[in-house]
């Protein structure tokens, strides 16, 4: 399975852009850029997806290098509903039942 | 209806006990999966359920037993349990693989005595 890294954690303010990122240097072509969250004392839930173009939803955006080797979850307005543990999770479509977690970003709003 | 219900919410019980935990979705999802997740860890995948046939199975422990009855429901059995088994237990389906998202249910908080 091909590996993400992420920031053990990190802080942002209320309000504020928070730029979350995701290393995956040994990504395949076939594997989509998944982002996941779990809030505090609840389910992952999730956030967005991708494979090699800009994905926007309403919850955040994602941005994909060139290379494919790194991306950004992007939450353009931070609120204090937002601190959770963000997982980037690679999925692979010719493998595409797995959904393995990495350990995540722990991200910690500050009112 | 977009929810992965699960059943009971807690559950504690004794090592020569059996219990089982129970998942629901009525999204028409092909693919269930079990989680185990320990406080401050990431979940770990135990199994998946492709087509209500079991696809992947972590080398989960003979102790837990998945058991999918119908495309809807899926069930985890428990037997003679160890305290370090105790943990959130999370269900989760998706309708389609890569491209598309899974849903997570709130999970059981098991706790073996």
């Known amino acids: 399975d091909a590996k993400t890294t992420q920031p053990n954690s990190m802080e942002s303010n209320e309000e504020e852009p928070v730029h979350l990122p995701c290393n995956h240097s040994t990504i395949s072509g076939t594997d989509y850029i998944h982002w996941y969250r779990q809030l505090p004392s609840q389910g992952p839930e999730y956030v967005i997806h991708?494979?090699?173009s800009n994905v926007n939803n309403r919850m955040a955006s994602l941005a994909i290098a060139e290379d494919r080797k790194s991306s950004t979850l992007i939450l353009h307005r931070a609120t204090l509903r937002d601190a959770a543990v963000y997982y980037c999770i690679l999925r692979d479509v010719d493998r595409d039942d797995k959904i393995i977690f990495g350990k995540g970003t722990r991200l910690h709003i500050l009112p | 209806d977009t929810e992965v219900t699960q059943t009971p919410k807690h559950l504690v019980m004794g090592m020569t006990n059996k219990k089982s935990l129970k998942c629901e979705q009525h999204?028409?999802?092909?693919?269930m999966y079990w989680y185990k997740q320990k406080a401050k860890k990431p979940p770990e995948l135990m199994f998946v359920?492709?087509?209500?046939?079991?696809?992947i199975n972590e080398s989960v422990p003979s102790r837990f037993s998945p058991e999918c009855p119908n495309s809807s429901l899926l069930n985890l059995h428990l037997h003679a349990l160890q305290p370090e088994d105790s943990a959130l237990y999370l269900c989760?389906?998706?309708?389609?693989?890569?491209?598309?998202?899974?849903?997570f249910g709130q999970g059981t908080r098991l706790t073996v005595v």
């Open positions: 359920y492709s087509y209500e046939k079991l696809s």
């Open positions: 989760a389906s998706s309708p389609q693989g890569a491209v598309t998202e899974a849903f």
């Open positions: 991708g494979l090699t």
């Open positions: 999204m028409g999802h092909r693919a």
